[in-house]
């Protein structure tokens, strides 16, 4: 029949009504929306994966060291281990909730392990006196300059810190590259978008050429045009992949986290037997910096009577384990790297099925034969020109520019954790899924928990998805602020180079 009737494709003769060319309008949308949440799937599947690896060895890692302690600490400290157990409980606790994201200052959480367990431990060497409340503050205040426990508690927070900052944050790195994607494949194609999608997959169909494929560059224009706002995150996702690399080099390098994490147990332990190797003298200048306590009504029992024989505490390594999880995530972030910009690519190529570039007899948007055009750059601000697909290169989409946001955020994240600075991870469910997995605390809480020493660095503070699957808001109030100092240290830095 003759064709006036269409709307989209060619007005010549056809075997379609305008019936016909709505309901292949609405299915060529559906079918490509799937198409691009099939290809975004693959991409969550493989950093999902990767995530759960290292989450699964990091946790594993902390409960081995856990449950080494709790082996081998009741014969080797007797009531010292016994009467002090929730404090060594707690540290683990904390280091948990830390790696998790909760908010948490690690050298602060550290620096009270310590202070708890020397003041338990003070008490139960000393048990022939009453130190009261006030006693035990002198006796940390002093405590710095007689390092009761030797050098372990300056060396473990050192290394400690690195390896849990850089650790957690190599873990949300692939969250948030997920969820970027996942949020980003969601985007609805625009009218312009669907009546070229059309165009390109079933107005063939129209024209009595169901078998003619469409022609490759033809495939490549449209495909760029309606994806020419997420090509606009190839280049903050790449700076993401390639700074995951770079701390996956770090934690199986100098923040090796198999060494660190593995032997908290081993440190704690040194550093006990270094309190009671040296009980007398740091008693001795304790008294004489706090003066003698009173002597206790309630007798005395030795605590070095209920100590029993030595065990021989050891980390088992998993370094080769730790070294293939890394081999296998560079691999995969490396062949990540270009996913924005190769995804027209392959869409053209696995799904509509295209034709050769040189092609002559394939479907160029009005009969078979050869495509003349030429195909466009990548990313909106290439599209002024597209011959296939009407582009408002003024109108960014701006859920993908929130998402643009978030890698940046992240990537500014890891690059801290690669020089071992920490920054804070704020739950971002209370701004949009309103659930979440029990690791947040009320901002009077967790504010609380942050160091009190001026001497501690305030870490910087920046939203994430939950690990639960929620994931960011890209208008979350807490990310806007992040957002804004990172712009404000890109103006500064400018304006230095300028002034010079």
């Not at 390092?147 to 900052?165: N, Q, S």
Request: hydrophobic share 35%.
């Amino acid at each position: 029949i003759s064709g006036e009737h269409l709307r989209i494709c060619p007005q010549g003769y056809t075997c379609c009504t305008s019936e016909m060319e709505e309901n292949f309008a609405n299915k060529s949308r559906s079918e490509f929306e799937a198409m691009m949440k099939e290809a975004g799937r693959s991409v969550q599947t493989t950093l999902t994966a990767q995530h759960r690896s290292f989450d699964s060895y990091f946790q594993d890692l902390l409960n081995k060291s856990e449950k080494a302690l709790y082996d081998a600490f009741p014969s080797m400290y007797g009531e010292l281990y016994t009467q002090n157990m929730k404090v060594f409980k707690d540290l683990y606790s904390e280091l948990r909730r830390y790696y998790r994201g909760s908010n948490i200052n690690l050298e602060e959480a550290l620096n009270e392990f310590w202070t708890r367990l020397l003041e338990r431990l003070f008490k139960l060497m000393n048990p022939q006196y009453h130190i009261t409340d006030e006693y035990l503050d002198c006796m940390v205040k002093h405590a710095e300059q007689h390092k009761p426990f030797g050098e372990v508690p300056r060396d473990l927070k050192v290394k400690a810190t690195r390896a849990f900052i850089a650790a957690r944050s190599y873990a949300q790195g692939f969250l948030v590259g997920s969820d970027v994607v996942k949020k980003v494949s969601q985007v609805s194609l625009s009218h312009e978008c669907t009546r070229a999608i059309m165009k390109l997959m079933y107005c063939p169909h129209c024209r009595g050429m169901s078998s003619v494929k469409p022609c490759n560059n033809y495939c490549l224009n449209v495909v760029k045009g309606c994806l020419a706002n997420q090509a606009d995150l190839n280049t903050e996702w790449k700076y993401l992949m390639d700074s995951l690399v770079v701390v996956a080099d770090r934690i199986d390098g100098p923040y090796n986290v198999d060494t660190v994490i593995g032997s908290i147990h081993m440190r704690i332990a040194e550093a006990i037997s270094n309190l009671q190797e040296n009980k007398d003298s740091i008693t001795a200048k304790v008294f004489q910096g706090c003066g003698n306590p009173k002597i206790s009504t309630k007798g005395s029992s030795s605590e070095d009577k209920k100590r029993r024989g030595k065990v021989a505490l050891e980390a088992k390594s998993s370094a080769q384990a730790l070294e293939m999880l890394v081999l296998d995530a560079k691999g995969n972030l490396t062949a990540l790297k270009t996913y924005w910009i190769t995804l027209p690519g392959s869409l053209c190529s696995k799904k509509v099925m295209a034709s050769s570039a040189a092609d002559d007899k394939c479907w160029n948007g009005m009969t078979k034969g050869s495509y003349l055009p030429e195909v466009m750059g990548d990313g909106l601000a290439n599209q002024i020109n597209n011959p296939e697909v009407e582009v408002d290169i003024t109108k960014p989409d701006m859920t993908i520019r929130q998402q643009i946001m978030q890698l940046k955020i992240m990537t500014n994240r890891l690059g801290n954790a690669n020089i071992g600075n920490d920054v804070d991870f704020q739950d971002a469910s209370d701004d949009m899924s309103g659930s979440g997995s029990g690791d947040s605390c009320p901002d009077d809480v967790c504010g609380k928990r942050l160091s009190k020493s001026p001497s501690t660095r305030q870490p910087e503070t920046h939203a994430i998805p939950k690990q639960s699957g929620h994931g960011i808001s890209g208008a979350s109030s807490r990310s806007l602020p992040s957002a804004f100092l990172l712009l404000l240290s890109v103006a500064s830095i400018a304006a230095q180079h300028l002034w010079r």
